[in-house]
């Protein structure tokens, strides 16, 4: 069974930093791209970052110069390192496989709220 774990989310000051991490399990990892996704309640949830397998990394005009993606296959984990946060950046972030893969459930996300 394939699990999407995250974590690292939390309450930050505008301008702060925060560090997501999703570890993955059950499945290989290095061969597919992962993405990071955000979800604001009542909205549709928005593909922020992409890592491909071969590392590189695409990211949304909002968060371009401010969000880095990254990897470790050999800890099947994919990261989001988040700078100079702003509010509108809070949100519940997930990772999940780019492109979606079918029968894979979400994991919990984790919730990051940037307020002073």
């Known amino acids: 069974q394939v699990q999407l774990v995250e974590s690292g989310g939390g309450l930050v000051q505008p301008g702060g930093s925060l560090r997501l991490s999703c570890a993955v399990s059950?499945?290989?990892?290095?061969?597919?791209?992962m993405g990071w996704y955000r979800q604001v309640p009542g909205n549709q949830r928005e593909l922020v970052a992409i890592?491909?397998?071969?590392?590189?990394?695409v990211y949304v005009d909002s968060v371009k110069g401010r969000f880095t993606i990254s990897r470790d296959n050999a800890k099947k984990t994919v990261y989001l390192q988040m700078n100079a946060l702003q509010p509108e950046d809070t949100a519940v972030y997930y990772c999940?496989?780019?492109?979606?893969?079918?029968?894979?459930?979400w994991g919990q996300g984790t919730q990051v709220t940037v307020s002073s």
């Open positions: 999940n496989f780019v492109p979606l893969r079918p029968s894979i459930d």
């Open positions: 890592i491909t397998s071969g590392g590189g990394a």
């Open positions: 059950g499945t290989l990892f290095s061969i597919y791209g």
